[in-house]
C-alpha cells in the first residue's frame, strides 16, 4: 500500500513565504504525474500545480510566478514553493500522486494525501 505524507505547512504573514513537501511511501511503485491542491473552507478542491515524470510543470494562473512545484524522483517526493503568499492562498494543501503497482494492475491510481495546512493571516 502507497501512502503519501505532506509537511511545511503553517501560519504565515502575506508576503512570506513557506515550502511544502510530499514524500510516498510503501514497495513496489512507480508515480507519474505529482501534483498539488488545495481546498479553502466552504470551497471546491482545487488544482494547484502539476509535474509529470519527465518534468514539465503546469501552474494555476492564480499562483503562476509566486509558486514553483518540483520533484525528486529518486526520493519519491513533491515540493511546492510558495512565495509572496497572499490571504487568498490559504487552504489545506494536499499532494496528488498518480501511482502505478501490482495493486493497481500497474494502471495509474490517484493516491491523496492528508493534507497540510497553510494559513496567511497577519
Known amino acids: 500500500q502507497v501512502q503519501l505524507v505532506e509537511s511545511g505547512g503553517n501560519l504565515v504573514q502575506p508576503g512570506g513565504s513557506l515550502r511544502l513537501s510530499c514524500a510516498a511511501s510503501g514497495k513496489g511503485f512507480s508515480i507519474d504525474t505529482m501534483a498539488w491542491y488545495r481546498q479553502a473552507p466552504g470551497k471546491q478542491r482545487e488544482l494547484v500545480a502539476t509535474?509529470?515524470?519527465?518534468?514539465?510543470?503546469n501552474y494555476a494562473d492564480s499562483v503562476k510566478g509566486r509558486f514553483t512545484i518540483s520533484r525528486d524522483n529518486a526520493k519519491n517526493a513533491v515540493y511546492l514553493q510558495m512565495n509572496n503568499l497572499k490571504p487568498d492562498d490559504t487552504a489545506a494543501y494536499y499532494c496528488?500522486?498518480?501511482?502505478?503497482?501490482?495493486?493497481?494492475?500497474?494502471?495509474?491510481?490517484?493516491?491523496w494525501g492528508q493534507g497540510t495546512q497553510v494559513t496567511v493571516s497577519s
Open positions: 496528488k500522486a498518480d501511482v502505478r503497482s501490482s495493486d493497481t494492475g500497474w494502471i495509474p491510481r490517484p493516491y
Open positions: 509535474v509529470t515524470l519527465s518534468g514539465t510543470t
